[in-house]
């Protein structure tokens, strides 16, 4: 397979949001996991700052990321890896596509979110805490279109908490980042 960079969903305002709160997030010594990386710029920008480890399904965006010297791992979401993350970031795909918009190319796993714009957003709910450290916080980028309050109650159903911590409106659409971390026993 040859390299093909418009494969690769390059940084656009929701990277540049993300990254920006990533950078305001992320600790000296923690172990971050970057979801979906693409071009790896985030993680690019954050390699000097913390431990990090990349994953994309797609293998033109892992053969970019690897260019900028990124750890890379071509999976899905974050199956196959072990060990826990202090800070999981993840720009999802989360545009609603009904099935005759699909365009089966590389790219639409950056953009394709399913009839809701949840799908990928569901499965990375329903697993991320094999993979979250016991304080660890998830960044996770999401658009008004998506359904900002469903995806929060989604991770407050599965015993989490949920607040924006970033945001941005571009073209009409606001897109905020949401900071998620497990909910604290009512003892603790």
Known sequence: MSYDPAQVYQPEADTL??????????????????????????AAALVQDCDIVATDINPHAVFCARRQGI?????????????RFDLILFNPPYLPTQPEERIDDWLEY?????????????????AVGSVLAPDGRILLLVSELTGIAEVCGLFERSGYS????????????????????????ANS
């Open 17 to 42: 949001l993300l990254l920006g709160a990533a950078q305001a997030e992320v600790r000296s010594g923690d172990r971050v996991l970057e979801i979906g990386t693409g071009s790896g710029r985030i």
């Open 71 to 83: 750890d890379v791992v071509r999976c899905d979401l974050f199956s196959g890896l072990r060990g």
């Open 110 to 126: 950056a953009l394709d979110g399913g009839v809701t714009g949840r799908d990928v957003i569901n499965q990375f709910a329903s």
């Open 162 to 185: 949920c607040r924006e911590v970033a945001q941005d409106t571009v073209e009409g659409e606001k897109l905020v980042v949401l900071r998620i971390t497990r909910l604290k026993p």
